[in-house]
């Protein structure tokens, strides 16, 4: 959609061109028929295609500053980093999942057929024929524990988790240069299409994603109090620290549009390379301890033996 947006498509004409040139499905192209035919504009159309609301949201703000065009790349330049990011998780999950799964069956094997024959009285035959029961109460209670998290999220502000959220160790790192780069770069385009702080507040209330709106309400309340915009931002602990001198130095030198734009360049740079770096942590983890159950098998089986060996001699 990007490149038809660039080649000077509108998008009606892209709608026709999608569903001529079976790129993708006949019920995508449905749906956008009958959004065009109501008179929605692209965010609502890719609302109803059930579209992320980050996506919707970036779409439906440039409805306002009016560069849908770059809007798109940069959504579509964020999606295939992040489709990256999943595939080498993927990649690199893939592996040593199955090795666990398959030492898990060969515990089960152990304490079933082997351990009962030989005296396995030592710490690693103990803990061989516990670890599959734990592999599976840990899986369970993992599962548990999401569900619930995920239930709490939906029930309570989004505002008040990511502000807790920006407090935990790890987590707060990846959370504040997301949010940075994220926000920086929506509202950095829209004071450079000439709207007020104030004015996009005001947008902001009206978006569909809930996070976003209460963001705005909460700014809007301040403002109205008379906090400046930077000192505001700086309670938030989802956003970096720099953001605020970021604003501030912005609004005295009275390029504050520019200024969040490049401060948001660089943030989803960081943003990528940290993840990154995080994606070639996981994997020698992950093998450290499948080597260290190996080696807990090994010595489960050898142990018993060996003091067998020692008995009869």
Do not use: C
Not at 5 to 30: D, M, P, Y
Not at 57 to 79: M, P, S
């Amino acid at each position: 959609m990007n490149n038809l947006f660039s080649s000077g498509f509108h998008l009606a004409e892209i709608v026709n061109f999608l569903g001529r040139s079976n790129l993708v499905e006949k019920e995508f192209v449905t749906t956008m028929r009958e959004g065009l035919a109501n008179g929605q504009n692209l965010s609502q159309i890719l609302n109803d295609l059930k579209f992320s609301k980050s996506v919707v949201t970036q779409v439906a703000l440039a409805d306002f500053h009016g560069n849908t065009q770059q809007t798109l790349y940069l959504i579509e330049e964020n999606l295939m980093k992040m489709q990256k990011v999943r595939q080498k998780l993927l990649s690199v999950a893939t592996y040593p999942v199955i090795l666990l799964a398959f030492l898990v069956l060969i515990m089960l094997g152990l304490k079933t057929y082997l351990l009962p024959q030989v005296e396995s009285n030592n710490f690693a035959g103990k803990l061989i024929g516990y670890l599959p029961l734990l592999f599976l109460l840990f899986a369970f209670v993992g599962s548990l524990l999401a569900l619930g998290i995920v239930r709490y999220l939906k029930r309570t502000s989004p505002l008040v988790n990511f502000q807790k959220l920006g407090n935990l160790p790890i987590i707060h790192a990846y959370l504040k240069l997301y949010f940075t780069a994220f926000y920086a770069r929506e509202w950095g385009n829209l004071i450079k299409q000439g709207l007020e702080m104030r004015q996009i507040l005001e947008i902001m209330k009206t978006q569909d994603n809930r996070f976003f709106r209460e963001i705005g309400q909460d700014l809007l309340n301040a403002m109205r109090s008379g906090q400046e915009f930077h000192n505001k931002i700086n309670n938030y602990r989802f956003f970096t620290p720099e953001l605020a001198l970021i604003v501030e130095y912005g609004e005295m030198k009275s390029k504050l549009g520019d200024e969040l734009l490049i401060y948001s360049d660089e943030s989803w740079e960081q943003f990528f390379e940290k993840v990154e770096k995080s994606m070639n942590l996981i994997q020698p983890l992950i093998f450290l301890f499948v080597a260290l159950m190996i080696v807990l098998i090994y010595a489960a089986m050898l142990l018993p033996i060996y003091s067998q060996m020692d008995t009869a001699f």
